[in-house]
């Protein structure tokens, strides 16, 4: 996927995360990350694609979150369907997939917004928005590498298209894995995530909290191969070019320099301070912007008074990591000696890598009226971090794709209407146009 991207959070006013349970069902082999490579497993054989206007998914036999880790062969269990996918803000409280929950341009002109039961295109930069698809898929992620391939991803779709989105194809999961989120650098080669118990949608591309496992495809994703040897309990990954890449997993962030065959691990969130025990390790959602380069939201857990913790890094050589900024109540508390500045909203939300030096975060602050979207420009890599102002019409954040320091565009949700609504700005952010509007 070029560096022009986005990422979505899942709308929601009171919530710390957004979670898609998404059943599984791969067992797994232990794994570990050595520095030689191991032969890579054999591709799972995947029936023909179906037309996605008719085709709905068929999830792979059940998950077990419990001891998942890498594995070069997984092996499926024998047994029932998994049960179809229910999207949660808070564990027990459920939420849909919302009609505007992703949205991606790889030009000033071309881009592609994706929800439930839909997917909207433009090609002169969102002052006209034309339905390309309309049916069963509830999406939270589109992912294109050029204006002609792109693919879409939710807890019960996995599209393609190969012509720019004028026909959307339905592709067969993997043999005993659901794909949670994928990113592609071609149109044959991509990466994927799958097999998580959990998806985390707050602040950033769908995230794996735990048992998730990297795949990758050689043929735009007819067929998915387990990456011998990548880190166990994948959340996130991305990749620049062929050789280049991260994965996120709890709490950490590992890299590749040869396409997947080695890993090391470059960066690790700082530790909690003593006596702080969070229930598990931060949730890992990252970017890659370049050769080497990658932005990273780390998501805690917990929230209080309005506010959920959240922490952002960025580098550019996968050696020297710069903090951004933080959640300013209950994060600086938790990691004291970090010292970061405040982060732009009470609640992490959607961010865009823009170029190895640049980003655009927008901030959810629930607090403030029906909720605000706070958006701060970030530059000359990270030493330069720009207050823009609230994104205009907007309550709830969802997705944001920037394309330059001054072009960008912002799906969210706008209250009381509870109206889905995309806004665009051409000056970074000082002022709002409203291109379009669902409820």
Same mark, same amino acid.
Request: hydrophobic share 40%.
């Given at each position: 996927?070029?560096?022009?991207?986005?990422?979505? *959070?899942? =709308?929601?006013?009171?919530?710390? =995360?957004?979670?898609?349970?998404?059943?599984?069902?791969c067992?797994?082999?232990?794994?570990?990350?050595?520095?030689?490579?191991?032969?890579? +497993?054999?591709?799972?054989s995947?029936?023909?694609?179906?037309?996605?206007?008719?085709a709905?998914?068929?999830?792979?036999?059940?998950?077990?979150?419990?001891?998942?880790?890498?594995?070069?062969?997984?092996? %499926?269990?024998?047994?029932?369907?998994?049960?179809?996918?229910?999207?949660?803000t808070?564990?027990?409280?459920?939420?849909?997939?919302?009609?505007?929950?992703?949205?991606?341009?790889?030009?000033?002109?071309?881009?592609?917004?994706?929800?439930?039961?839909r997917?909207?295109?433009?090609?002169?930069?969102?002052?006209?928005?034309? /339905?390309?698809?309309?049916?069963?898929a509830?999406?939270?992620?589109?992912?294109?590498?050029?204006?002609?391939?792109?693919? !879409?991803?939710?807890?019960?779709?996995?599209?393609?298209?190969?012509?720019?989105?004028?026909?959307?194809?339905?592709?067969?999961?993997?043999? %005993?894995?659901?794909?949670?989120?994928?990113?592609?650098?071609?149109?044959?080669?991509?990466?994927?995530?799958?097999?998580?118990?959990?998806?985390?949608?707050?602040?950033?591309?769908? /995230?794996?909290?735990?048992?998730?496992?990297?795949?990758?495809?050689?043929?735009?994703?007819?067929?998915?191969?387990?990456?011998?040897?990548?880190?166990?309990?994948?959340?996130?990954? %991305?990749?620049?070019?062929?050789?280049?890449?991260?994965?996120?997993?709890?709490?950490?962030?590992?890299?590749?320099?040869?396409?997947?065959?080695?890993?090391? #691990?470059?960066?690790?969130?700082?530790? !909690?301070?003593?006596?702080?025990?969070?229930?598990?390790?931060?949730?890992?959602?990252?970017e890659c912007?370049?050769?080497?380069? +990658?932005?990273?939201?780390?998501?805690?857990?917990?929230?209080?008074l309005?506010?959920?913790?959240?922490?952002?890094?960025?580098?550019?050589?996968?050696?020297?990591?710069? #903090?951004?900024?933080?959640?300013?109540?209950?994060?600086?508390?938790?990691?004291?000696?970090?010292?970061a500045?405040? $982060?732009?909203?009470?609640?992490?939300?959607?961010?865009s890598?823009?170029?190895?030096? /640049?980003?655009?975060?927008?901030?959810?602050?629930?607090?403030? $009226?029906y909720?605000?979207?706070p958006?701060?420009?970030?530059?000359?890599?990270?030493?330069?971090?720009?207050?823009?102002?609230?994104?205009?019409?907007?309550? #709830?954040?969802?997705? #944001? *794709?920037?394309?330059?320091?001054?072009?960008?565009?912002?799906?969210?949700?706008?209250?009381?209407?509870?109206?889905?609504?995309?806004?665009?700005?051409?000056?970074?952010?000082?002022?709002?146009?409203?291109?379009?509007?669902?409820?």
């Amino acid at each position: 996927m070029p560096v022009v991207s986005a990422v979505s *959070a899942v =709308s929601a006013v009171s919530a710390v =995360s957004a979670l898609v349970l998404l059943a599984a069902g791969c067992g797994t082999a232990s794994s570990t990350h050595q520095a030689a490579a191991t032969a890579p +497993a054999p591709a799972h054989s995947a029936p023909a694609s179906t037309p996605a206007s008719t085709a709905t998914r068929t999830p792979a036999p059940g998950r077990s979150a419990a001891g998942a880790t890498a594995s070069a062969s997984p092996s %499926c269990r024998s047994g029932a369907a998994g049960a179809s996918a229910a999207v949660y803000t808070a564990p027990g409280v459920p939420a849909p997939v919302q009609p505007l929950n992703a949205v991606q341009f790889v030009s000033a002109r071309h881009g592609w917004v994706a929800g439930a039961g839909r997917i909207l295109a433009t090609s002169d930069g969102g002052r006209t928005w034309t /339905a390309q698809y309309t049916g069963q898929a509830k999406l939270y992620q589109v992912d294109f590498t050029d204006v002609t391939h792109g693919w !879409a991803v939710g807890p019960n779709a996995l599209l393609r298209t190969t012509d720019g989105g004028r026909t959307w194809t339905q592709l067969s999961e993997p043999a %005993c894995s659901t794909v949670d989120s994928v990113h592609f650098v071609n149109s044959d080669l991509g990466y994927a995530v799958a097999g998580g118990a959990q998806v985390w949608m707050s602040g950033g591309v769908p /995230a794996a909290v735990s048992g998730g496992r990297l795949l990758t495809t050689s043929d735009g994703g007819s067929h998915w191969t387990s990456v011998s040897g990548a880190p166990a309990q994948a959340q996130t990954a %991305c990749f620049s070019n062929l050789a280049d890449g991260f994965v996120g997993v709890p709490g950490k962030v590992w890299h590749t320099t040869d396409g997947g065959k080695t890993w090391s #691990v470059a960066f690790t969130e700082p530790s !909690a301070a003593p006596g702080v025990r969070p229930p598990a390790p931060d949730t890992t959602v990252l970017e890659c912007a370049g050769d080497n380069a +990658a932005w990273v939201l780390f998501l805690g857990y917990g929230a209080a008074l309005g506010h959920a913790p959240y922490l952002a890094y960025t580098t550019q050589d996968a050696k020297t990591w710069r #903090v951004l900024f933080e959640e300013s109540y209950i994060e600086s508390a938790a990691r004291p000696g970090v010292h970061a500045p405040d $982060g732009p909203g009470s609640y992490p939300g959607p961010f865009s890598a823009i170029s190895p030096v /640049a980003a655009a975060f927008v901030g959810y602050s629930p607090p403030v $009226g029906y909720g605000a979207a706070p958006l701060e420009l970030v530059s000359s890599s990270g030493a330069t971090q720009t207050r823009a102002g609230n994104v205009g019409g907007i309550s #709830v954040p969802i997705a #944001v *794709a920037f394309t330059g320091p001054s072009q960008g565009w912002v799906v969210g949700e706008t209250l009381p209407s509870r109206g889905f609504v995309i806004e665009a700005t051409s000056d970074g952010g000082r002022t709002w146009t409203r291109q379009y509007q669902v409820r």
